[in-house]
């Protein structure tokens, strides 16, 4: 019998087994078997729940039959395997790496299952495959919250993206697998790769610039430009300064030294026209005047922190 404190919020999972019983997975981590009783009623069958009171230790988030008779649960990183056959005793268990997250859903990769491989998407939206005997590897991934930093290497095939789950990713445009992965300490709202190809900046919520290497992901330095959220990043073409601005409005230059290990302030302009935050900047192909466009959608162009005017929406 089910004690109080037992009874699940949830059912959070299901599927049917091959005799045509209904297999329930709850918030509690437990999975049941429903039998049919002699009323066409359906109740927990307590000898084949026996095994599996305490499948796992979270939530059981995905049930799969497969062919032979096998059922495939997901709770947490866990995956583990019940021989239906035998009173749905363990056969067999894997746990995924914390990077991939938790399991969100199991499915055949073949019709019926009969050869065990399954794809596991999971709550870090990436998509595995594998089986309980292979190891399982990661085919699909991508952010997991917003993305608001995207960019595109100036001479390579292929782009960096940096979104709110701190995590920066360089893909290749050809393959779209990822070239490098890492993991940076705030969320990223921007980004500017520099005209050689060689730095990846990212704004971030904490305001602060993280400079990268684009080759390999290594983190260079990281720049305090203030305490408000850096919304918008701009290398010169020339690639000896960077513009930051941010949600207070303000427009920082910063030339680069030492092959961009450090960066110093040049020149800092606060450019709040109705209290208005920076969305976006570029500069001229000389590398002498910016333009920057505020939250209320006025553009404003300035020649190295100096405003010389503003349009409703006409470029350089």
């Given at each position: ?7 699940p919020?949830?059912v959070?999972?299901?599927c ?10 709850d ?6 078997i ?5 009323s066409s ?8 729940s026996?095994q ?5 230790k ?18 947490g990183?866990e995956?583990?395997?019940?021989d ?5 005793c363990?056969?067999?268990?894997r ?5 991939a997250g ?9 019709a ?7 794809f ?7 998509v595995?495959e594998g089986?309980l005997?292979?190891k399982?590897?990661v085919?699909?991934q ?12 100036p ?7 940096a979104?709110?789950d701190?995590t ?6 050809l ?24 730095l990846?900046a ?8 993280v ?10 330095t990281?720049?305090?430009?203030g305490?408000?959220q850096?919304?918008?990043l701009?290398?010169?073409p ?18 680069l030294t ?20 920076i ?5 001229s192909?000389d ?14 162009f300035c020649?190295f ?12």
């Open positions: 019998m089910i004690n109080k404190d037992d009874v919020k949830f959070t999972s299901l049917f087994s091959p005799t045509g019983d209904v297999i329930t997975g918030s509690t981590g437990a999975i049941l429903w039998s049919r009783d002699n009623v359906f109740c927990i069958n307590e000898d084949l026996l599996t009171r305490r499948a796992h979270k939530t059981v988030s995905a049930l799969c039959m497969l062919g032979d008779g096998t059922l495939l649960s997901g709770g990183n995956v583990k395997a019940w239906s056959i035998n009173n749905y363990l056969v067999k268990e746990v995924l790496p914390e990077s938790h399991v969100r859903s199991l499915v055949p990769m073949s019926g299952g009969l050869d065990g491989s399954i596991v998407s999971t709550t870090r939206n990436k595995l089986s005997q292979l399982f590897k085919v699909i991508g952010h997991v919250e917003e993305l608001w930093a995207v960019e595109s290497h001479l390579e095939q292929t782009f960096v993206s979104g709110h701190q920066v990713v360089k893909w290749s445009a393959s779209h697998a990822p070239v490098w992965r890492v993991n940076v300490e705030n969320p990223c709202t921007s980004i500017s790769i520099d005209p050689k190809g060689r990846i990212l704004g971030t919520t904490a305001g602060k610039v400079v990268l290497n684009s080759y390999n992901g290594i983190q260079l990281t720049v305090l430009v305490g408000a850096v919304n918008a701009s290398f010169s020339d690639g000896r300064r960077l513009a930051v601005g941010t949600f207070d409005g303000v427009l920082q230059i910063h030339y030492d092959e961009g290990q450090r960066f110093f302030d040049s020149e800092v302009t606060t450019l709040k026209h109705n209290n208005m935050f969305m976006h900047m570029d500069w192909v590398s002498k005047f910016i333009q920057a466009c505020l939250g209320d959608y006025e553009v404003i020649k922190g100096k405003s010389v005017g503003s349009d409703s929406g006409q470029g350089l």
